[in-house]
């Protein structure tokens, strides 16, 4: 369980990032320029500090340079995602990464998903669906559809990033995400004129960019080391209903009464698998 616990906790540090994401008022170029370089850095210096940067030798392998392509796309795709399609479909989108972490299980290192597992991915999303499907932008347009491509690139370079870190305990994971974000950060960054960096709400791109992203993707990562990667795919879908929540509290956007009953199915499916997961260990 010490797998499902470190997942618990990042995902609860990572909740109030669609919160910090508004506030900040910045364009996705900007903002992805802030947040990749800002938890590029930390990682790297951590590296450095703890001693894992003299194992950097080993990302020169197949899936070294997985794991560091899957952390670029993680950081770079997000932003514009939001920034192309409707927030509902993003998230619907996103919502996939159980699945994919399935699917990348059996088809690089032929692990099986239960029963169970598969009957709480169907439920989640389901119950994920019926939660954006009260507002209002849940159609699919062509317009619409390169922000939904974003959503699933983000869906799959986290289904990839937890699988190749579950089967693969001698890649150093510090280094990995820190290149991969200094990567998307650098890329952003070119194409941002410098007076765009400045001209958001500073704090909330402060905590986002160096407290919030760094603290729960180096626990979810982390916890992809001791349980399924799938496992940690689907508590990240938490993130997806209690998100809103911080938003609610604090921009009074009031939740729609389809958000509150596909929540409720999320946590509470989430819950009993964890519990079966616990009976079971």
Not at 4 to 31: E, F, H, K, Q
Not at 56 to 61: D, E, G, I, K, M
Request: with cysteine; net charge positive.
């Amino acid at each position: 369980m010490k797998g499902i616990l470190l997942a618990c906790l990042g995902v609860l540090i990572l909740t109030p990032d669609a919160l910090l994401i508004r506030l900040s008022g910045l364009d996705p170029a900007p903002l992805v320029a802030w947040r990749g370089l800002a938890m590029g850095t930390l990682f790297l210096t951590a590296a450095v500090l703890t001693g894992q940067i003299r194992h950097v030798a080993r990302l020169a392998s197949a899936v070294g340079a997985g794991l560091i392509l899957a952390q670029w796309a993680n950081a770079a795709l997000f932003a514009p995602a939001i920034a192309i399609a409707p927030v509902a479909l993003v998230l619907i989108a996103v919502a996939t990464v159980p699945i994919w972490a399935a699917l990348l299980s059996w088809l690089l290192y032929r692990q099986p998903t239960r029963p169970a597992t598969w009957i709480t991915i169907a439920v989640v999303c389901a119950g994920i669906v019926l939660a954006m499907s009260g507002k209002g932008d849940v159609t699919l347009t062509t317009g619409a559809l390169p922000g939904v491509a974003c959503g699933l690139g983000v869906a799959i370079s986290l289904a990839l990033s937890f699988t190749l870190l579950r089967h693969n305990p001698e890649m150093p994971l510090l280094p990995a995400v820190g290149s991969g974000s200094i990567l998307a950060g650098l890329s952003a960054f070119s194409l941002t004129d410098i007076g765009e960096m400045t001209s958001g709400t500073t704090w909330a791109i402060a905590l986002a960019s160096f407290v919030v992203l760094p603290l729960s993707f180096y626990l979810m990562s982390e916890a992809s080391r001791h349980t399924a990667s799938v496992n940690v795919s689907l508590v990240l879908l938490l993130e997806t209903v209690l998100g809103p929540v911080w938003v609610w509290t604090f921009l009074r956007e009031a939740p729609t009464p389809n958000m509150f009953v596909g929540g409720a199915i999320v946590v509470t499916s989430l819950g009993l698998y964890l519990w079966h997961l616990r009976r079971r260990t």
